[in-house]
């Protein structure tokens, strides 16, 4: 571990201390602890949402992804970007116009029952949970690498980091270290294409005719089919990428932080054009890691292809650029699990503790220590299940979350603001049948079971073929929302009028829902 | 911080969404959103489709056009293309339902009635 990057560690350590003590004044009510108190611009949120996507497993992930596999690596980075178009096109705004602090007040803005909230809550804190796995164990796994120390403190440095942003900065602290981190992660990938491409001479063609002959798969390395052979099993796992954002709970939560929906409107369009440049640069990262670092590099020092863009910095750059990415890569994770714990711990205090268990009636100061005792918990929980699941497949982790996401909750989210019909009954199988279906078919798939010892969980053969099971479990959401819906007479003609007033025009009462 | 401050207190009378949801005014909104968004929809999702589909099922996509590109990298940078298109169309039209959205909250706030 050089000097430099033991010093731009902890300039971005003490930049987001800095951040958190400025926030931590403005933190009173819950509000503030939630939502940053709705005040910030569709400029800072959309930088916000970038920050909060843009994972490790997309910086580093993706990059590896493309210089080990070419095109099938860059199939994710068009599944994520185009799942913004599902989220500006029918999520956004009507969330934005129902909910207050959580998914589960959008659809309790339409249902009142207690079930509906439980069951929103569940999803949001099991999504969350897988969520936060895979990135702390590919944190830690990362950081090892980069500095040199064990899993477990690396688990531990960013474990206590996160803890530090939500417990006393809240949503305020999280959005800017979020902020912050999406211009840092940007201006690396600026420097780094640029770099990759002063080498190719600026000449887009000529890299495509160099990383034919760089790699050992040659002319295969340019076409589609190199990682996904099975044409079910790609769409499955397309499917789940661009319905899956459209129900991740911390980047919807991220739309609760604007005023009204006009300006969660521009933040998805400043968070669109961030996230897509950013995908277009994952292409040229992954060619140079591929050009200029190559296979047997890459493969030798992490077998995931996760460390392509640091040892593409490096070769590219040296070991200045090398410590700048290292660093970024550390803040992109900070901001990450930052906005998860944020999202399970509104889960928890708002919804199961406040809303549930004391039906509503807290005061602003309960509503804020119990919102930090949450945060505290799950960060603690998380750290813990973390330390345990050292050895597991991130990218395994992250995928399920994604399947869940779009199985359980994007079904009932557009059930609730676009189905007349839709009633209680319905909003709690749709969710239960999505998380079920999503949660028992991958424990039965390839990703569990695998007749080659160590390649999965279990030895043995999968039951189901399919190792993102998206494609059934997703329209399986969808049909438990109807039958269950069908199933049961209740029918409230005048609450959907509301509903559909609220949701598409931004009218807000004083009573209902705020 | 402001996010209730956007629009008037509930006037004293209670307002009929229902009634709301029959005016002329509301009817004539979700019809536009809907001729705008189900349409784009259906074709955003159908060009995202098509590239997994094409890639799984055909080869003709691994035909060099430029150089050494192919066409399956042209397609994919017209999702990009296509994903920043649609975002600004959005906007624009976004701006129109805007202001029959305030036109109808005008309407409710003066108490509803008209039709």
Same mark, same amino acid.
């Given at each position: 571990?050089?000097?430099?990057?033991?010093?731009?560690?902890?300039?971005?350590?003490?930049?987001?201390?800095?951040?958190?003590?400025?926030?931590?004044?403005?933190? =009173?009510?819950? %509000?503030?602890?939630?939502?940053?108190?709705?005040?910030?611009? @569709?400029?800072?949120?959309?930088?916000?949402?970038?920050?909060?996507?843009?994972?490790?497993?997309?910086?580093?992930?993706?990059? !590896?992804?493309?210089?080990?596999?070419?095109?099938? %690596?860059?199939?994710?980075?068009?599944?994520?970007?185009?799942?913004?178009?599902?989220?500006?096109?029918?999520?956004?705004?009507?969330?934005?116009?129902?909910?207050?602090?959580?998914?589960?007040?959008?659809?309790?803005?339409?249902?009142?029952?207690?079930?509906?909230?439980?069951?929103?809550?569940?999803?949001?804190?099991?999504?969350?949970?897988?969520?936060?796995?895979?990135?702390?164990?590919?944190?830690?796994?990362?950081?090892?690498?980069?500095?040199?120390?064990?899993?477990?403190?690396?688990?531990?440095?960013?474990?206590?980091?996160?803890?530090?942003?939500?417990?006393?900065?809240?949503?305020?602290?999280?959005?800017?270290?979020?902020?912050?981190?999406?211009?840092?992660?940007?201006?690396?990938?600026?420097?780094?294409?640029?770099?990759?491409?002063?080498?190719?001479?600026?000449?887009?063609?000529?890299?495509?005719?160099?990383?034919?002959?760089?790699?050992?798969?040659?002319?295969?390395?340019?076409?589609?089919?190199?990682?996904?052979?099975?044409?079910?099993?790609?769409?499955?796992?397309?499917?789940?990428?661009?319905?899956?954002?459209?129900?991740?709970?911390?980047?919807?939560?991220?739309?609760?932080?604007?005023?009204?929906?006009?300006?969660?409107?521009?933040?998805?369009?400043?968070?669109?054009?961030?996230?897509?440049?950013?995908?277009?640069?994952?292409?040229?990262? %992954?060619? !140079?890691?591929?050009?200029?670092?190559?296979?047997?590099?890459?493969?030798?020092?992490?077998?995931?292809?996760?460390?392509?863009?640091?040892?593409?910095?490096?070769?590219?750059?040296?070991?200045?650029?090398?410590?700048?990415?290292?660093?970024?890569?550390?803040?992109?994770?900070?901001?990450?699990?930052?906005?998860?714990?944020?999202?399970?711990?509104?889960?928890?205090?708002?919804?199961?503790?406040?809303?549930?268990?004391?039906? %509503?009636?807290?005061?602003?100061?309960?509503?804020?220590?119990?919102?930090?005792?949450?945060?505290?918990?799950?960060?603690?929980? $998380?750290?813990?299940?973390?330390?345990?699941?050292?050895?597991?497949?991130?990218?395994?982790?992250?995928?399920?979350?994604?399947?869940?996401?779009?199985?359980?909750?994007?079904?009932?989210?557009?059930?609730?603001?676009?189905?007349?019909?839709?009633?209680?009954?319905?909003?709690?199988?749709?969710?239960?049948? @999505?998380?079920?279906?999503?949660?028992?078919?991958?424990?039965?798939?390839?990703?569990?079971?695998?007749?080659?010892?160590?390649?999965?969980?279990?030895? !043995?053969?999968?039951?189901?073929?399919?190792?993102?099971?998206?494609?059934?479990?997703?329209?399986?959401?969808?049909?438990?929302?109807?039958?269950?819906?069908?199933?049961?007479?209740?029918?409230?003609?005048?609450?959907?009028?509301?509903?559909?007033?609220?949701?598409?025009?931004?009218?807000?009462? $004083?009573?209902?829902?705020? | 911080?402001?996010?209730?401050?956007?629009?008037?207190?509930?006037?004293?009378?209670?307002?009929?969404?229902?009634?709301?949801?029959?005016?002329?005014?509301?009817?004539?909104?979700?019809?536009?959103?809907?001729?705008?968004?189900?349409?784009?929809?259906?074709?955003?999702?159908?060009?995202?489709?098509?590239?997994?589909?094409?890639?799984?099922?055909?080869?003709?996509?691994?035909?060099?056009?430029?150089?050494?590109?192919?066409?399956?990298?042209?397609?994919?940078?017209?999702?990009?293309?296509?994903?920043?298109?649609?975002?600004?169309?959005?906007?624009?039209?976004?701006?129109?339902?805007?202001?029959?959205?305030?036109?109808?909250?005008?309407?409710?706030?003066?108490?509803?009635?008209? =039709?």
């Amino acid at each position: 571990m050089s000097a430099t990057v033991i010093i731009l560690f902890l300039a971005i350590v003490l930049l987001t201390l800095v951040i958190t003590f400025f926030a931590a004044k403005r933190t =009173q009510t819950a %509000g503030d602890f939630y939502t940053a108190g709705g005040g910030l611009t @569709g400029m800072q949120n959309g930088l916000a949402i970038a920050g909060d996507y843009l994972s490790a497993a997309s910086f580093l992930g993706i990059a !590896g992804a493309i210089a080990l596999f070419g095109f099938d %690596g860059f199939f994710y980075s068009i599944g994520f970007l185009i799942a913004y178009l599902v989220v500006l096109f029918l999520v956004a705004e009507p969330l934005r116009n129902l909910g207050k602090y959580t998914l589960a007040d959008m659809i309790n803005s339409r249902f009142d029952a207690r079930k509906v909230r439980g069951a929103a809550a569940l999803n949001t804190i099991t999504i969350s949970t897988f969520y936060m796995i895979a990135q702390l164990v590919g944190a830690g796994a990362l950081i090892q690498l980069l500095f040199g120390i064990k899993y477990w403190m690396a688990v531990l440095i960013v474990g206590v980091m996160m803890t530090i942003y939500v417990l006393f900065g809240g949503m305020i602290a999280t959005s800017w270290v979020q902020i912050v981190k999406a211009v840092l992660l940007m201006a690396g990938m600026v420097i780094m294409t640029f770099l990759v491409l002063l080498k190719f001479n600026f000449n887009i063609g000529q890299m495509f005719t160099d990383v034919k002959s760089v790699t050992a798969h040659g002319e295969a390395y340019l076409m589609p089919g190199l990682q996904y052979t099975e044409p079910l099993g790609t769409i499955s796992l397309m499917l789940a990428l661009v319905l899956g954002t459209a129900g991740l709970p911390h980047i919807l939560m991220r739309f609760f932080t604007v005023r009204d929906a006009k300006t969660a409107r521009s933040s998805v369009v400043v968070a669109t054009w961030v996230i897509g440049i950013f995908y277009v640069l994952t292409l040229f990262l %992954g060619f !140079g890691a591929a050009a200029f670092v190559g296979h047997d590099t890459i493969i030798a020092a992490n077998p995931g292809g996760n460390m392509a863009a640091p040892l593409l910095a490096q070769a590219v750059g040296g070991d200045i650029l090398f410590a700048f990415i290292s660093a970024v890569a550390f803040a992109t994770i900070l901001a990450v699990v930052a906005g998860l714990v944020l999202s399970g711990a509104s889960a928890f205090a708002h919804d199961l503790y406040g809303q549930i268990i004391k039906k %509503g009636n807290v005061t602003e100061r309960e509503q804020v220590k119990a919102a930090r005792y949450a945060s505290l918990a799950v960060s603690v929980l $998380s750290i813990v299940l973390a330390l345990f699941a050292q050895y597991l497949n991130v990218a395994f982790l992250v995928s399920l979350a994604f399947c869940i996401a779009a199985s359980a909750n994007l079904p009932v989210i557009l059930y609730t603001v676009y189905w007349k019909r839709f009633n209680t009954t319905g909003a709690v199988t749709a969710m239960l049948t @999505g998380l079920l279906s999503a949660l028992i078919l991958v424990s039965i798939s390839p990703s569990v079971f695998s007749p080659i010892e160590g390649a999965a969980l279990f030895v !043995g053969e999968p039951i189901f073929s399919l190792t993102n099971p998206a494609l059934v479990s997703v329209p399986l959401g969808f049909l438990g929302g109807y039958v269950g819906t069908l199933l049961s007479k209740e029918k409230d003609i005048k609450r959907y009028a509301e509903v559909k007033v609220k949701a598409n025009t931004g009218y807000k009462s $004083s009573g209902v829902s705020h | 911080m402001g996010a209730e401050k956007e629009y008037k207190q509930e006037p004293a009378k209670e307002i009929d969404f229902v009634q709301v949801t029959e005016s002329r005014s509301f009817k004539k909104l979700m019809h536009d959103r809907k001729k705008f968004i189900v349409p784009l929809t259906v074709f955003f999702m159908i060009f995202y489709f098509l590239l997994p589909i094409l890639t799984s099922y055909t080869t003709f996509l691994n035909t060099p056009v430029i150089g050494d590109i192919s066409w399956v990298w042209l397609f994919a940078l017209a999702q990009f293309i296509m994903t920043w298109v649609l975002c600004t169309v959005y906007v624009k039209k976004a701006a129109v339902f805007d202001k029959q959205a305030d036109e109808i909250i005008r309407e409710m706030e003066e108490g509803g009635k008209r =039709q």
